[in-house]
């Protein structure tokens, strides 16, 4: 892969300046794309302006929306934004003769040249709307000057597997549509995650996200060599509106860039991410944690934490701290809640979901004391809930049986999902899930959901309104979450489904990944290392546990957040170990917030016969990493690879943290070939390098 050194950020705003960009109404809406990329306020005004086919699309009583929206009443308001360096408007559009109102909410990020949108349908009138389906958030075509190929660059969803997040390219085929879509209900399972980004063969791309955390789709098709075509929404959904009733829609972003090298767009799309789609707690960017738990899975034959006690908790705080390995946040997964201890009747965390109330046999003064002792310390407190999926004969199934959605026809099943979109479920379970978190002294907020809620909602659906109950679910699971994060302001969420199954643009402003695959049971390093390679194109917050301290291994696992699950009552685990990987955890980590290039290829990178390795790289002081890994079958002691972001006229010191030893380049000489060399099959290296004023020696 080559790479190229990045236009100057100034120069490039310079250039966006003096875009131009028009408007060609052709059904479809399709952006005609001058030499630059859109100053985006000015491209938003006319995406939406009076009179014109707006970029998104719906059929109404079987009728197209290009047909009729430019006559409907029309009104555009701007709105005073409470981020800084956003713009917002509100578009409406709305039809006094059914009286269907449509809203379009955009906002507008200058400095990214980036902007997303959502839909809002409400009925306001006093019978049932026409029948709305096939609602396009966005459907846009672009057309550049360059003619040539466009490409597609995305990622797998989750498959517990080592293909997990693997990064995807795909050269479009003129005419033919490349369909995408999650599998069985949250967004990020199955063979896609919701980020793409599309490479013009202009030397301009887009990047598009996705946010919607059921069943989302995204159509993208190369309508002929100059112009490229995207639509995306929600998969399902054909419904009636009752009067007064709304409804909400999957959010869309579009993020323009400009380089001859694609990761440039990339790399500009983490920094957005990072920037405003972020949590941040005091108008702050909010780190998420270096995690550990209590002993993880000890003693046999528990299962993640059913028999963990209060005061065994406590004992292993102590004996953390007593050895120097102090986390950021001590990590509770399942097991803690009632019922989930007794193994004399088969039950385990797994079939105990819906008794949310603590186990008093082994926690009999709640959590508190847990959290007090880890509060002393230092530290903050993290504790799973799994709220969506209960068990049929636990407390929440038998107190509240009208808030299950159940399948009539699988009443065998244990499952039964809870109702979300109730809105008197919904509120309950919000103040409840609050409450437990401020009795219980808890910092940090974990949601799992190890299920696929699709089946669910359909069986559900009232007859005409299909795809009803998924839209008002997910808009229960942001009201939920939006009002932990309100009743908290110093809350963090970690968002887990299985593992990393519920990744999406709507997502990642109110939580992170930080158990991103459930493929970590599998003890494979290699495959933590995959995960790491692909899910940083698009992402850069997300982290997974670790449970050797060899350096192989633990680098394998090193992101931007980290659990280390690593037995401290093992007689044969070394404390010195583990402290070596927490000290060189704290010196990496903050390369990982910044830009990133795969200096490997995207070939299959879950074989054993090659290395894998990339590069972090800091821009503000030109800094950064290279990390490698030689797996265990390759017979390759030495691969070459060529940095990128360096400053070839610069000299750099480069660094082997292992031997500690350093050698001088000239940028040029990075960017062309720099030799990586590893003696041994299944070992890694770790290189550190800056700009020195030195030079080599020629000698």
Not at 117 to 131: C, D, E, I, R, Y
Not at 354 to 369: A, I
Not at 375 to 383: D, R, S, T
């Amino acid at each position: 892969m080559k790479h190229f050194k990045k236009i100057e950020s100034k120069f490039l705003f310079s250039l966006l300046i003096m875009s131009v960009w028009s408007i060609i109404a052709v059904g479809q809406t399709t952006a005609k794309i001058s030499k630059h990329i859109p100053e985006i306020e000015k491209w938003i005004q006319k995406q939406f302006a009076k009179g014109k086919t707006p970029p998104f699309s719906f059929i109404c009583d079987g009728k197209p929306s290009a047909e009729f929206i430019r006559q409907w009443d029309y009104s555009q308001q701007k709105i005073e934004s409470e981020e800084a360096d956003v713009i917002k408007y509100l578009f409406t559009y709305y039809n006094p003769t059914n009286e269907l109102k449509v809203e379009c909410t955009v906002k507008g990020y200058p400095s990214y040249q980036a902007a997303e949108w959502v839909l809002n349908f409400t009925n306001k009138g006093t019978s049932n709307s026409p029948t709305l389906e096939q609602v396009k958030v966005v459907d846009l075509a672009m057309q550049y000057a360059s003619k040539g190929e466009f490409k597609l660059h995305y990622a797998d969803g989750n498959h517990i597997s080592k293909y997990d997040f693997h990064p995807r390219s795909v050269t479009l085929t003129t005419g033919e549509t490349k369909q995408m879509s999650p599998q069985g209900g949250r967004s990020s399972e199955g063979d896609y995650l919701p980020f793409f980004n599309i490479e013009s063969p202009a030397g301009q791309g887009v990047i598009l996200g996705v946010g919607w955390s059921g069943t989302w789709y995204a159509d993208v098709c190369a309508q002929d060599n100059r112009t490229i075509s995207m639509a995306s929404g929600m998969k399902t959904m054909k419904l009636y509106l009752r009067p007064q009733e709304t409804i909400r829609t999957p959010s869309i972003s579009l993020m323009f860039w400009e380089n001859i090298d694609r990761m440039a767009g990339h790399n500009k799309f983490r920094r957005f991410v990072l920037a405003h789609k972020s949590r941040k707690i005091n108008g702050k960017f909010a780190e998420y944690p270096l995690s550990s738990g209590f002993n993880y899975r000890d003693p046999a034959p528990c299962t993640e934490y059913s028999c963990l006690t209060a005061d065994y908790a406590i004992a292993m705080v102590k004996r953390y701290i007593q050895f120097g390995l102090k986390p950021e946040v001590f990590w509770l997964d399942a097991g803690w809640n009632t019922d989930a201890a007794d193994f004399e009747h088969g039950k385990t965390w797994a079939n105990t979901a819906g008794n949310w109330t603590v186990d008093t046999l082994r926690f009999p003064k709640g959590l508190r004391p847990v959290a007090d002792e880890i509060h002393k310390v230092g530290a903050k407190f993290m504790v799973w809930f799994e709220p969506e999926r209960v068990i049929r004969g636990t407390q929440w199934a038998v107190e509240h049986p009208d808030w299950m959605l159940d399948i009539p026809e699988h009443n065998n099943d244990t499952y039964l999902l809870f109702d979300l979109g109730n809105p008197e479920a919904c509120h309950w379970m919000s103040k409840y899930i609050g409450d437990m978190l401020e009795e219980n002294s808890i910092d940090y907020y974990r949601q799992d959901f190890n299920m696929q809620p699709d089946i669910y909602w359909a069986a559900n659906d009232e007859p005409g309104r299909t795809g009803m109950k998924e839209i008002r679910h997910i808009e229960g699971l942001y009201y939920f979450w939006d009002y932990l994060l309100s009743r908290f302001p110093n809350l963090l969420i970690d968002n887990c489904a299985s593992g990393g199954r519920r990744i999406d643009w709507e997502t990642i402003g109110r939580s992170a990944p930080l158990w991103r695959s459930d493929y970590y049971h599998y003890d494979d390093p290699d495959g933590y290392q995959c995960h790491t390679y692909g899910l940083n194109f698009f992402l850069p917050l997300h982290g997974t546990g670790s449970l050797q301290t060899d350096p192989y291994s633990f680098r394998s696992s090193v992101s931007t957040a980290l659990i280390y699950n690593w037995k401290i009552t093992d007689k044969n685990a070394s404390v010195y170990e583990m402290q070596r990987c927490l000290k060189e955890f704290h010196e990496i980590r903050p390369y990982y917030y910044e830009d990133y290039y795969p200096l490997t290829g995207t070939e299959d990178m879950t074989r054993d016969n090659i290395w894998l390795a990339y590069q972090m790289h800091r821009p503000s002081d030109d800094s950064g990493i290279i990390v490698a890994f030689r797996r265990t079958a390759s017979k390759d002691k030495k691969i070459t690879v060529r940095l990128s972001g360096v400053d070839p006229e610069k000299y750099y010191t480069v660094t082997d943290m292992d031997s500690r030893q350093s050698k001088i380049y000239q940028g040029k000489e990075l960017t062309s070939q720099l030799p990586l060399f590893l003696e041994k099959p299944h070992s890694s290296l770790l290189l550190k390098y800056k700009v020195t004023n030195e030079k080599p020696n020629k000698e």
